[in-house]
T-cell receptor, first 117, second 111 residues
Framework: GAVVSQHPSRVICKSGTSVKIECRSL??????MFWYRQFPKKSLMLMAT?????????EQGVEKDKFLINHASLTLSTLTVTSAHPEDSSFYIC?????????????FGPGTRLTVT | GNSVTQMEGPVTLSEEAFLTINCTYT??????LFWYVQYPGEGLQLLLK?????DKGSNKGFEATYRKETTSFHLEKGSVQVSDSAVYFC??????????FGAGTTVTVRA
């Protein structure tokens, strides 16, 4: 099946530093990837939609200068949290979209736990 | 806009019990409806889906029927196992293929 990986799975960083999270589709090419943020005991919140070779589309309320997204290839998208603060601590999840015979389907990565101290 | 409301948990059941998780939605047009499952320490996995009214999605003993008249997509399983312990998310997708998720329901099945 379609597999999506994320790296790192956990990261702890100091306030003010930047952190990069990678999302890879391992066995398929994804023209569209999505980045979500999941708060404890709450739902996934869509942050942005990332299309290969073009600028990401951010959801309302998401700071594009703080959450930099780069979709350099059909198998890799990165999310960089710049000048991280404790309130950025969260679980970040990516997904990759593929068009199959059953329509568009999203496959999710295992997530990255970010802790900002 | 699109939104999903699902039953709050947590839900604790004994093995072989019947499970129902309610899900209702608000959407324009004719969305596709999904149930995703997140096992401990893993990413979300698609459990089942339905793309039009009266469709029934099923997988691993779970079922959900797309009810347009009640804007619902309730998840059911007749006899749960310990391995079904997970967080279950109801979601919908409109024409832009973005997913809107419910808050998730944590299910714990005890032996």
């Amino acid at each position: 099946g379609a597999v999506v990986s994320q790296h790192p799975s956990r990261v702890i960083c100091k306030s003010g530093t930047s952190v990069k999270i990678e999302c890879r589709s391992l066995d398929f090419q994804a023209t569209t990837m999505f980045w979500y943020r999941q708060f404890p005991k709450k739902s996934l919140m869509l942050m942005a939609t990332s299309n290969e070779g073009s600028k990401a589309t951010y959801e309302q309320g998401v700071e594009k200068d703080k959450f930099l997204i780069n979709h350099a290839s059909l198998t890799l998208s990165t999310l960089t949290v710049t000048s991280a603060h404790p309130e950025d601590s969260s679980f970040y999840i990516c997904s990759a979209s593929i068009l199959s015979g059953r329509g568009y389907e999203q496959y999710f990565g295992p997530g990255t736990r970010l802790t900002v101290t | 806009g699109n939104s999903v409301t699902q039953m709050e948990g947590p839900v604790t059941l004994s093995e072989e019990a019947f499970l129902t998780i309610n899900c209702t939605y608000t959407a324009t047009g004719y969305p596709s409806l999904f149930w995703y499952v997140q096992y401990p320490g893993e990413g979300l996995q698609l459990l089942l889906k339905a793309t039009k009214a009266d469709d029934k999605g099923s997988n691993k003993g779970f079922e959900a029927t797309y009810r347009k008249e009640t804007t619902s997509f309730h998840l059911e399983k007749g006899s749960v196992q310990v391995s079904d312990s997970a967080v279950y998310f109801c979601a919908l997708s409109g024409g832009d293929y973005k997913l809107s998720f419910g808050a998730g329901t944590t299910v714990t099945v005890r032996a």
